[in-house]
């Protein structure tokens, strides 16, 4: 999958370099152009399949752009009103039956929500402790981080569940 993005951009640039102006549209058609020339040639090859992840991959970005949002909103109003409503906890996260690059893109994307943390990974590797600021109910908690889970196998790595 990441030889065959790599083409797309570099035949992104190629198309970008040959029609002289270095816009947004060009590089969008240019991509475009990447992307079907790709599939093409994976398909030829019978190796298809990269139009599907790429579509999963901007799937789950709409989905993690809103879930970035909503935290963010979160956060501000946790700074901008009085009082203290944070209910900080560590939770303990099964991730097992995750391969290494599926737990660091589940731990990374956790981190990169405001108000949560990816804080240690067990020594085995089947559980992630993950600091939450809001995490009141455990329930909810592990209920929202099952659901980001879910997002990112189906869309991005393509699990079936």
């Not at 993005?5 to 060009?26: P, R």
């Not at 590797?125 to 600091?131: A, P, V, W």
């Amino acid at each position: 999958m990441i030889n065959k993005f790599l083409l797309n951009l570099f035949l992104m640039v190629v198309y970008v370099a040959l029609s002289g102006e270095v816009t947004f549209l060009s590089m969008l058609a240019g991509f475009i152009i990447g992307l079907l020339i790709v599939t093409l040639l994976g398909q030829a090859t019978g190796r298809g399949g990269y139009l599907r992840r790429v579509w999963g991959a901007l799937r789950f970005g709409i989905y993690f752009i809103y879930i970035l949002v909503k935290a963010n909103l979160g956060v501000a109003k946790e700074i901008l009103t009085p009082g203290f409503s944070m209910s900080p906890r560590i939770i303990r996260y099964s991730v097992a039956g995750l391969s290494d690059v599926e737990t660091t893109t589940l731990a990374n994307a956790i981190t990169l929500t405001p108000g949560t943390l990816s804080a240690d990974i067990s020594d085995d590797g089947d559980k992630l402790y993950i600091h939450c600021l809001y995490a009141e109910n455990r329930d909810d908690a592990l209920a929202e981080l099952d659901e980001l889970k879910a997002w990112l196998l189906r869309e991005v790595f393509e699990h079936e569940l």
